[in-house]
């Protein structure tokens, strides 16, 4: 069955970077758009970062802009969620998506940002 794994949630303070990994199996992963989402307390879950599956062609949201960077390794069927200049408002929940004819989310994976 498909599922999705994030991991390389942390701690971490303001000012500083991570590295969220998002492991895939039971499907293609090479032929699907793949999403990071995110949810902060008492927030609806939000779109931060899309990358589709060959160009890889990405799109933000403005408020990570040229902080956050998404990529892919279709070998490794991962999708990767670089982080840097963490602000508190980026403490979530971090998710990845995928819609394969039946919308696909892993388990989440922690950001706390301290100021």
């Known amino acids: 069955q498909v599922r999705l794994v994030e991991s390389g949630g942390a701690l971490v303070d303001s000012g500083g970077s991570l590295r969220l990994s998002c492991t895939a199996s039971?499907?293609?992963?090479?032929?699907?758009?793949m999403y990071w989402y995110r949810q902060a307390p008492g927030k609806e879950r939000e779109l931060i970062a899309t990358i589709t599956e060959s160009d890889g062609f990405t799109q933000y949201t403005d408020s990570v802009k040229g902080r956050f960077a998404i990529s892919r390794d279709n070998a490794k069927n991962t999708v990767y969620l670089q982080m840097n200049n963490l602000k508190p408002e980026d403490t979530a929940v971090y998710y990845c998506?995928?819609?394969?004819?039946?919308?696909?989310w892993g388990q989440g994976t922690q950001v706390t940002v301290s100021s």
């Open positions: 998506n995928t819609f394969r004819g039946v919308e696909y």
């Open positions: 039971g499907f293609t992963f090479g032929t699907g758009v």
